[in-house]
Nanobody, 116 residues
Framework: QVQLVESGGGLVQPGGSLRLSCAASGSIESIGNMGWYRQRPGKQREMVGGISASGGTHYADSVKGRFAISRDNDKNTMYLQMNSLKPEDTAVYYC??????????WGQGTQVTVSS
């Protein structure tokens, strides 16, 4: 089993930055792709972006050019660097880790609020 714990959320002003972390533990050797989703108030959960085991990334159009995903395999941690934050980025952010052909593990979520 893989366990994920997110951290780094909080309150930030529009135009500010935050970095979220997603620490993995357990059967980490089985992890393939990882990624981030978010759930904005009153909306369904949506994909923010992902990163493959080899480091390739993809992003939703709404965050492209502002957000960056990276992973440090030595620390078993994935990051989401968020810059130029907007009020519409306010959401609970969830990380996931895919164990190929088996299951997708999810973290518990971390709140990000963008407000002046």
């Amino acid at each position: 089993q893989v366990q994920l714990v997110e951290s780094g959320g909080g309150l930030v002003q529009p135009g500010g930055s935050l970095r979220l972390s997603c620490a993995a533990s357990g059967s980490i050797e089985s992890i393939g792709n990882m990624g981030w989703y978010r759930q904005r108030p009153g909306k369904q959960r949506e994909m923010v972006g992902g990163i493959s085991a080899s480091g390739g990334t993809h992003y939703a159009d709404s965050v492209k050019g502002r957000f960056a995903i990276s992973r440090d395999n030595d620390k078993n941690t994935m990051y989401l660097q968020m810059n130029s934050l907007k009020p519409e980025d306010t959401a609970v952010y969830y990380c996931h880790a895919d164990i190929p052909r088996t299951y997708r593990a999810w973290g518990q979520g971390t709140q990000v609020t963008v407000s002046s």
